[in-house]
């Protein structure tokens, strides 16, 4: 077991044993995924039960902490989530491992799929510095509630590992700042934020940002979403996505995106859609058949993707 998982361990005992009154919340779910993908892939398999605690002790002020670990099909355990979180209703920091706001998001993400296979091509979604980018990271995110359904987080990170969808070799080990405005009321909900992005190897830099818009039908939810960056060489990359989700258990959307960089346009476009619905009405048991296709364009000379999964989820 890894230094992370026994950490995260240890986050949760505490949790649990820090107060009686407000003893940690465990709970625990199944996911098991049967994909079949194009391009002589064929069929493969994945899955893994997920077990999380989550503990919060104090109102005005308070410290919360949630663990959630992963035992995977293939026998291995990771560390979803590890962090520790404090303040009050005003402002808060935290720290450890998470996902910190979403500026791309991608409702009923089953199976989506980016013709990117020669390397070069990709999808930007200003999440290089979003987190969960590995085991060697220092994260931290402070959140200020504004009022009014405003709030402002600023992230801060720092990672060895190769993160994100970005061309080139030496873009590796990112760390900076991302400064997140986020506004929340009524069927409103919109996100703007930027990415300071430099690279430990290499020393280059790259500035990106990210804008998420969605608005509440009460049965359809439509999301919109843009993101672009580009650094000192002048290289550029765009990215948009239109997305549809409804409470029925049905959504989808499209994506597209363009690295410029000097030998041409490396265009990707994406189309993914997916279906929730109940498993002989059990509680907590659901299926999602998801499929998704990828075009390559432009320079782009990836093959095209095309793939189908089954999702099984069951929340114990």
Same mark, same amino acid.
């Given at each position: 077991?890894?230094?992370?998982?026994?950490?995260?361990?240890?986050? &949760?005992?505490?949790?649990?044993?820090?107060?009686?009154?407000?003893? &940690?919340?465990?709970?625990? =779910?199944?996911?098991?995924?049967?994909?079949?993908?194009?391009? =002589?892939? +064929?069929?493969?398999?994945?899955?893994?039960?997920?077990?999380?605690?989550?503990?919060?002790?104090?109102?005005?002020?308070?410290?919360?902490?949630?663990?959630?670990? /992963?035992?995977?099909?293939?026998?291995?355990?990771?560390?979803?989530?590890?962090?520790?979180?404090?303040? !009050? @209703?005003?402002?808060?920091?935290?720290? +450890?491992? %998470?996902?910190?706001?979403?500026?791309?998001?991608?409702?009923?993400?089953?199976?989506? /799929?980016?013709?990117?296979?020669?390397?070069? @091509?990709?999808?930007?979604?200003? #999440?290089?510095?979003?987190?969960? &980018?590995?085991?060697?990271?220092?994260?931290?995110?402070?959140?200020?509630?504004?009022? !009014?359904?405003?709030?402002?987080?600023?992230?801060?990170?720092?990672?060895?590992?190769?993160?994100?969808?970005?061309?080139?070799?030496?873009?590796?080990?990112?760390?900076?700042?991302?400064?997140?405005?986020?506004?929340?009321?009524?069927?409103?909900?919109?996100?703007?934020?930027?990415?300071?992005?430099?690279?430990?190897?290499?020393?280059?830099?790259?500035?990106?940002? +990210?804008?998420? *818009?969605?608005?509440?039908?009460?049965? %359809?939810?439509?999301?919109?979403? &843009?993101?672009? $960056?580009?650094?000192?060489?002048?290289?550029?990359?765009?990215?948009?996505?239109?997305? *549809?989700?409804?409470?029925?258990?049905?959504?989808? +959307?499209?994506? %597209?995106?363009?690295?410029?960089?000097?030998?041409?346009?490396?265009?990707?476009?994406?189309?993914?859609?997916?279906?929730? %619905?109940? /498993?002989?009405?059990?509680? *907590?048991?659901?299926?999602?058949?998801?499929?998704?296709?990828?075009?390559?364009?432009?320079? #782009?000379?990836?093959?095209?993707?095309? *793939?189908?999964?089954?999702?099984?989820?069951? $929340?114990?």
């Amino acid at each position: 077991m890894n230094n992370l998982s026994k950490t995260a361990i240890a986050l &949760a005992v505490t949790l649990v044993t820090a107060s009686a009154a407000h003893a &940690a919340e465990f709970n625990a =779910n199944l996911e098991l995924d049967s994909t079949y993908l194009n391009n =002589n892939r +064929g069929l493969s398999q994945s899955g893994r039960v997920e077990v999380n605690a989550v503990g919060k002790v104090g109102s005005n002020y308070f410290v919360a902490g949630r663990a959630s670990l /992963l035992a995977k099909k293939d026998g291995a355990a990771a560390t979803d989530d590890m962090w520790v979180q404090l303040g !009050s @209703s005003t402002a808060d920091l935290k720290l +450890g491992r %998470f996902e910190a706001a979403d500026l791309f998001r991608l409702p009923r993400d089953v199976l989506v /799929l980016y013709a990117t296979g020669d390397g070069v @091509s990709s999808v930007y979604r200003a #999440n290089v510095l979003r987190g969960r &980018a590995g085991s060697e990271v220092f994260q931290a995110a402070g959140t200020v509630n504004l009022g !009014s359904g405003l709030s402002f987080e600023l992230g801060a990170i720092e990672t060895r590992a190769t993160v994100g969808t970005l061309p080139g070799a030496a873009y590796v080990a990112p760390k900076g700042l991302r400064p997140v405005l986020s506004y929340e009321q009524g069927p409103w909900l919109l996100r703007a934020g930027l990415e300071s992005i430099k690279y430990n190897v290499g020393g280059k830099t790259r500035t990106g940002f +990210g804008f998420t *818009g969605s608005y509440n039908f009460s049965d %359809f939810t439509l999301v919109g979403n &843009a993101a672009a $960056n580009k650094d000192a060489s002048g290289n550029k990359q765009t990215s948009y996505a239109l997305i *549809g989700d409804t409470k029925f258990g049905l959504g989808g +959307g499209l994506i %597209f995106g363009n690295t410029k960089l000097p030998a041409g346009s490396y265009k990707v476009t994406t189309a993914y859609a997916a279906y929730t %619905f109940p /498993l002989f009405d059990i509680k *907590g048991a659901t299926v999602t058949p998801a499929v998704s296709f990828s075009k390559a364009g432009g320079v #782009n000379r990836s093959n095209d993707e095309t *793939g189908v999964r089954v999702r099984f989820n069951y $929340n114990f």
